[in-house]
């Protein structure tokens, strides 16, 4: 029956013990943040945001359809973790299609252009994002999440998106102002863990592309001012694995980073990429760095990432992580 059920034979036990630890997992943990020892607060702290990490990837999993035979299973799926991961303010048909134009485009399809956005704000307003931003706050990604919720009331030709959205609101809201009445230390200890996820992401997200970033979601086409070609797209593709010699670290990111391997073959579910990986590429491919080569640069440009006009260089050799400065605000949980 489960065989039936999934897209690979191969995925059945793979697929349901990481579905089972996410959803355990993340309810295990939110438990966790209400109980009185500390030290078990710390433990829900670090299983809540492994869990949503694990729910973050999972939809992207599902955007892919790569879990399931049917489309709409992944959708439903996909729909749970949306839930989870707070992304479900917009539609999980609306992420699939944000992350589908990644792939399709050979370029990163931004929910918002928050350069200009902070442009146009003002100076105070600036310098509170940078200010956040230097003490590891991820302002961005929380403006490209409150974009979201945002939209359908500042434009009218959404407003037909509306009461689903303020059904989302009310329905998160309650469920948040029940966890905060039974112990409100479980709030600020959830909001840590969320942070864990956000910084998690966006480190893998920062380091994993040189492309091109457009705004285009809302209408648009990205300009045909270069060869976008299967080659360009390897090219400016990287894997920032969690380590080479104990590849198995990999897994507490869902194997997210043989990203070269998923780009060559999007459709490979998570728990064949590193088969993939090691049958596509040799041992001293150029486009892996290694995560402990990007670690220095992820906290020190942390301000600079924010405001440069592209994300830095990759050159050859020892250090050649050294100029990449990575992305900002090219998230899959979020899409209008």
Known sequence: MAQKLFRSPAGVWPNTLALSYTLVGYATGVWLLTVPPWWLNLLGVLL????????????HEFAHQSIFRTAEANN???????????????PFA?????????????????????????????????????????????????IMHGYVMLLPFLK????????????TIVVRGALFALLGWHAPK?????????MIMLHVLRFADAFQHTYDAFAVLEGGDIPNDKVRDREYEQANTYSNLASLSHPMLNLLMLNFPYHNAHHERPIVPWHELPKLHAQLFPVDYRQVI?????LKGYHRDRIR??????????????GKADRFLGAVGVSFLTAV
Do not use: F
């Not at 290694?290 to 990007?294: A, G, I, S």
């Open 305 to 318: 990432r924010i405001v440069a006009d592209d994300y830095g260089q990759v050159g050859d050799g020892p």
């Open 156 to 167: 009218a030709d959404r407003a037909n998106e509306r009461p689903r959205l303020i059904a």
């Open 48 to 59: 809540t945001g492994h869990a949503l990490v694990y729910a973050a990837y999972y939809i």
């Open 186 to 194: 479980a709030l600020v200890l959830y909001a840590i863990a969320y």
């Open 76 to 90: 439903r799926w996909g729909t749970v973790m949306t839930w989870i991961t707070g992304s479900c303010y917009a």
């Open 94 to 142: 609306a992420l699939r299609r944000k992350h589908m134009r990644h792939h399709l485009d050979r370029a990163d399809v931004v929910t918002l252009d928050y350069k200009a956005l902070l442009a146009r704000s003002p100076r105070w307003a600036q310098r509170l994002v940078l200010a956040l931003e230097w003490a590891h706050v991820p302002a961005v990604e929380l």
């Open 290 to 294: 290694p995560m402990v080569e990007l």
